[in-house]
Each structure stands twice: as structure tokens, then as C-alpha cells.
């Protein structure tokens, strides 16, 4: 269901994209639910007594499939970075995602936590009314003179 939700937003990109000149080869919709997937690719020829409640609008996918515009590939549930906004992630998930999103890599984590421990400092003393920067000036000192950010 989720996958027939999204189809449309993600047809219309490919279909933007081409008509900017570029070539698409292939489209991939990662799901982490095999039933699902043999829903998906096999359409009505699929649907069983318990799965007779899922409407026909759900099997559009079908024939975008059998068109070429997409395809759908198994992926493990803790290898889907969607679920960062779905799900609760805990522990070495939960960072593995962050860093996907945020594009930040492992060997630059360092420079990131000493930015962030300076940063912290000089709002601490912000806050405490020990300093003139404000505290819009103390972002930018931080994160543009270590160069964190590119600015």
C-alpha cells in the first residue's frame, strides 16, 4: 500500500527528468516485504482469500513493472533509510541512518563532534549572559571557520 502511495510522486520525477533531456535507465522502489513484492510484481494473479481486501488502485505498480518504468528489489528492513521518519532507531541504526541522510561519512565524525563541543561552550556561555556573540554569530563562527559546513 505504502508502495502505491508513493508511485505517483515517484513516476512524475522520472517522467521530469526525461523530459529534461536526461536518460533514466532504471527506477528502483527498495521494499523490505517479500509478500509484498509477489503482490507487487504478480498482481491479481497473486491475490489469495486473505488477500482479497487489497483494492485494485494498489496494483497500478503492476503495470508499471510489466512497462519497465520500475522495478522492485528486496531490500533488509535496517538497509531502508526511510525509516528514520517512520520508525523508532535505536543505537548503531539510528547513526548509520543519521549519517546516510545527513551525508556526513565515519572518518569526518571526529571534526563533527569537536565542532559541535565548541559550539556547545560558547552557548553555554551565551546563556549565561558571559559572552557578546549572539548566539546566530556563534553558529556561524563554529561551523564557517572549522569549515564544517563549506560556508
Known sequence: VSVADSLSKTLWCRHFIEEQGCVVDDVYVYQD??????????????????????????????????????????????????????????????????????????????QYLKSYEELRKQLILINNGHSHVNQQECVEIIFCNNDVVGC
Not at 518504468?69 to 533509510?81: C, M
Not at 526511510?82 to 546516510?100: I, M, P
Not at 556526513?104 to 565524525?109: G, M, S, T, Y
Open 33 to 110: 516485504n517479500q509478500s509484498a513484492i509477489l503482490l507487487e510484481n504478480n498482481g491479481m494473479r497473486s491475490v489469495g482469500k486473505d488477500t482479497r481486501h487489497v483494492k485494485i488502485k494498489h496494483f497500478f505498480i503492476t503495470d508499471k513493472i510489466k512497462d519497465n518504468e520500475l522495478k522492485v528489489i528486496w531490500r533488509p528492513t535496517e538497509k531502508i533509510i526511510g525509516d528514520f521518519y517512520t520508525k523508532l532507531l535505536q543505537g548503531s541504526q539510528f547513526v548509520e541512518h543519521r549519517n546516510a541522510i545527513l551525508g556526513i561519512k565515519q572518518k569526518d565524525l571526529p
